[in-house]
């Protein structure tokens, strides 16, 4: 979810004259050990993807640990990184937001509410969820939808990075680009889902060992986080940049040009929610888990890590408008005048500190960040394509040998699409909105339809298919009339004084609403499911598994209400 | 016969293998200052950074080397 609105501001960049550092042996030969080692994981796990239920779901051996360290890496790209720097930069404290409010109450939901449907029916994917729940004309719907935009997403994300090489390190466009893809075609292709896993979970250490060193040198710099709060109030003149809640009142008393109720309903509820529970890019690596425990437990897990985020994001993005002695500017005034941009906020920081080797870590991290998303992103593709579409609509009756070399195949062929996009994306570059808002338009009405699933024996095959229709049609809709007619921005964010942002939440927030008015109108019209058929797939038709814990303290739902007293005590200091 | 080697040894050698080059280049760096040093260059980070991971890594390298079975 993050990731969409993240990097928006890095898509418009386009390649600039100079470079801002450049790497010497040492740095090289860590970005070198790290390529040698993903490699290796893929060939040595190649043995363990013989049958699909290996390939694609990664054996269902997953600990919670390492499910959920993958769960939170698959959306830790390294544009998100770099995207959420410089909307720091930019917009102060507020950009955390996506991070606490945006994506922890979603998580701690998935672990204690969903997970356990999505368990125990064995589904091998959302699609597959629905499929069960709805049929096939709201699996084929979501399956084909999810394929082609994760992709297309794949490769906008490519081309990105490939960018921020050249921009960073002078690096060809060409070279950043096949070096990268073929790396996680290859590890991707060998293993299945558990090298990507085994691969997530290395590059979530290497990103926090790679960046962590930014914000603890930035702070001795400025000489704490008090230190640095005031000098940002002094060099802007302003004090919202440093508050998370009581600039919310109203769109125009802070910089991003929201309101509370965006942020709790649009971003919070319905954006997060349909994101981190409905998105098979990371929902796949929680059903990788070993039980159902583990499965409870790998979302929570992701939640405290996912919590602790900004503090390699958002404070970097904070000290660089303090430390810099320049100011950043936005994409287009920084070709035009040379200047550094708002998403060169992370990359500055690393060179400001880094001496070589700590330089080489920090580009890694960001390489393998990059890694890691893509890599989910291949990987969820060639499960839905095989299981969703191929399996499901194509070929029926295959072996599961066939699958597996059917899944290895796709994995090549959505990289070599992913490749595709990022020439089409250099030549093209305004199709990178039109993608981007294409992948945004299903996530609201898919969290409506799978929840409704979920919680409401009453939801019927044909009003899970038109509900997620109309939630959807509904957010092209709000989207085209925007695009055409500007000034229906206040009608859509209920403000004159609305930004972009503020569009995104409402827009999600009235697509989610369409898709349940709809879903509940036509499931009463139409005849319900039998029961017994629905077994399994929603709450309260079936007893849920008991799960014995020894100790109170080892119970998944303790550890959630840690988590989230945890959050509520951060948004409280931080308010 | 062995056991499959586990995560947490591959994230051990990655930390170790760093953890090494960034603490050698840091002491090198102590007789051979840079002529354009990064900022707080006299906090040496690269040499506790290097040692924190080279610690880091040989610990999990250790804990969780593949045994026969």
């Not at chain 1, 293993?191 to 060992?209: H, K, P, T």
């Not at chain 1, 291949?378 to 194509?394: E, P, Q, R």
Request: hydrophobic share 55%.
């Amino acid at each position: 979810m993050d990731r969409l609105i993240g990097f928006s501001n890095l898509l418009a960049a386009v390649p600039t004259a100079h470079q801002l550092t450049h790497l010497n042996g040492v740095d090289i030969l860590i970005i070198v050990i790290y390529f040698a080692i993903v490699i290796f994981i893929g060939f040595y796990l190649k043995g363990a993807s013989t049958t699909s239920e290996e390939f694609f779901m990664a054996g269902r051996e997953m600990t919670a640990w390492i499910a959920g360290l993958s769960f939170v890496s698959a959306n830790l790209g390294s544009l998100e990184l770099m995207g959420w720097a410089a909307a720091a930069y930019q917009y102060g404290i507020l950009a955390t937001h996506w991070y606490w409010i945006g994506a922890i109450p979603a998580m701690l939901f998935l672990g204690i509410v969903m997970m356990p449907f999505y368990y125990i029916s064995k589904t091998h994917s959302v699609p597959g969820y629905l499929h069960l729940r709805y049929g096939e004309g709201a699996r084929a719907l979501s399956a084909i939808t999810f394929a082609a935009m994760t992709v297309l997403m794949s490769g906008i994300n490519m081309y990105s990075m490939a960018l921020v090489m050249k921009v960073v390190l002078g690096w060809d466009l060409n070279f950043s680009i096949w070096v990268s893809s073929v790396t996680v075609a290859a590890y991707v292709a060998l293993g299945g889902l558990r090298s990507a896993i085994y691969n997530e979970v290395l590059q979530f250490i290497l990103i926090w060992v790679g960046a962590l060193l930014v914000p603890i040198l930035g702070l001795i710099e400025v000489g704490g986080w008090s230190n640095l709060q005031a000098r940002i109030v002094t060099n802007l003149g302003r004090t919202d940049y440093v508050h998370l809640w009581s600039t919310l009142g109203h769109f125009s008393s802070n910089p991003m040009g929201v309101h509370w109720t965006g942020i709790v309903f649009g971003l919070g509820f319905v954006v997060s929610f349909g994101y981190w529970t409905t998105d098979f890019l990371v929902v796949q690596r929680v059903l990788s888990a070993d039980n159902i425990r583990s499965a409870r437990l790998a979302p929570i897990i992701g939640a405290a890590f996912k919590m602790a985020v900004p503090f390699i994001v958002i404070l970097p993005g904070l000290l660089a408008i303090t430390v810099l002695p320049f100011h950043l500017v936005g994409e287009s005034v920084a070709v035009a005048t040379g200047q550094h941009s708002y998403n060169e906020a992370l990359p500055l920081m690393l060179v400001r500190y880094c001496s070589p080797g700590l330089l080489g870590l920090g580009v890694t991290a960001l390489i393998a960040g990059f890694m890691s998303g893509m890599a989910g992103n291949v990987s969820a593709f060639s499960t839905v394509w095989t299981y969703d579409i191929y399996g499901a609509f194509l070929n029926r009756k295959a072996t599961d040998k066939h699958y597996v070399a059917m899944g290895r195949w796709s994995t090549l062929v959505g990289v070599m699409i992913s490749i595709g996009t990022a020439y089409l994306v250099q030549n093209a570059p305004s199709i990178m909105d039109y993608v981007q808002a294409l992948f945004s338009f299903f996530i609201a009405p898919l969290f409506g339809t799978v929840i409704l699933g979920m919680l409401w024996k009453r939801a019927t095959k044909q009003a899970g298919f038109w509900g997620l229709l109309a939630g959807t049609l509904t957010s092209i809709g709000l989207w085209a009339w925007v695009r055409l007619d500007p000034s229906a921005l206040r009608y859509v964010a209920l403000s004159p004084d609305a930004k972009d942002m503020a569009e995104n939440m409402y827009r999600a927030l009235w697509a989610w609403i369409a898709c349940v008015i709809v879903t509940v109108v036509i499931s009463y019209m139409t005849a319900p499911r039998p029961v017994e058929e629905l077994e399994g797939l929603v709450y309260g038709v079936s007893p849920l598994p008991e799960e014995h814990d020894e100790h109170w303290y080892q119970r998944p739902v303790v550890w959630a209400g840690v988590v989230f007293g945890l959050f509520i005590v951060l948004n409280v200091i931080f308010w | 016969m062995r056991q499959e080697i586990s995560i947490w040894f591959f994230c051990g050698v990655l930390l170790l293998s760093y953890g090494l080059v960034i603490f050698v280049e840091g002491i090198w760096e102590l007789f051979h200052p840079l002529a354009n040093p990064p900022v707080l260059y006299n906090l040496h980070a690269a040499i506790w950074w290097g040692a924190f991971l080279w610690i880091s890594g040989l610990t999990y390298t250790l804990k969780f080397r593949p045994r026969r079975s």
